[in-house]
């Protein structure tokens, strides 16, 4: 069971996270504003990216339900749960990549591919320090710095759609 004073800890961790990522939203678009500008086109696809995450989450949550009736996951439940919400915003980022519409008009793109990489350096290494103290598996079963390791390969898989739909732009280019 989860004691009190972890429980507080994420959740301050959680809300320290979303202050910091206001900042660095605004860091990223040229305007400093903290909403990205979509075209109409952009607002479209993205509706759709958003749907298909929004189904991805459900039949994983789903399946994930029906296998803790008979199946002990490899995960505690805090972390199962993320790599459904971490699967979510995949499935919308890498969508939203392919058809064009993830970047908004006020971003700056060399902004955005630099923080995509730090944040994926930044998990990787926080996961492999709790691998290296021995904090990532215990009991049979992935522990809470897991996520980080989930995060990272989030942000590595998002980058790597990005890099591949940017090549195969430049060659439709050619």
């Known amino acids: 069971m ?8 994420v959740t301050i961790g959680i809300i320290v996270g979303l202050i910091i990522a206001i900042f660095i939203i605004r860091y990223v678009n040229r305007n400093k504003k903290l909403t990205t500008e979509y075209d109409e086109m952009q607002k479209q696809i993205r509706g759709e990216g958003y749907k298909y995450a929004f189904y991805s989450v459900m039949i994983l949550e789903a399946v994930l339900c029906v296998l803790t009736l008979g199946v002990v996951l ?3 439940p805090y972390v199962v749960h993320f790599f459904a919400i ?5 499935v919308q980022a890498c ?3 392919w058809k064009g519409a993830y970047i908004g008009q006020n971003t700056n793109l060399q902004r955005y591919i630099i923080l995509m990489a730090v944040v994926s350096v930044l998990n990787f290494s926080s996961a492999f320090m709790a691998w290296r103290a021995g904090e990532l598996f215990a009991d049979g079963k992935f522990q809470a710095p897991a996520v980080n390791l989930l995060c990272g390969l989030m942000f590595a898989v998002i980058g790597i759609v990005g890099l ?6 430049r060659e439709e280019e050619a």
Not at 86 to 90: R, W
């Open 74 to 76: 490899p995960a505690e």
């Open 86 to 90: 971490f699967v979510g915003i995949t």
């Open 95 to 97: 969508y939203c990549i």
């Open 2 to 9: 989860y004691n009190s004073a972890r429980m507080i800890g």
């Open 164 to 169: 591949v739909k940017k090549v195969t732009d």
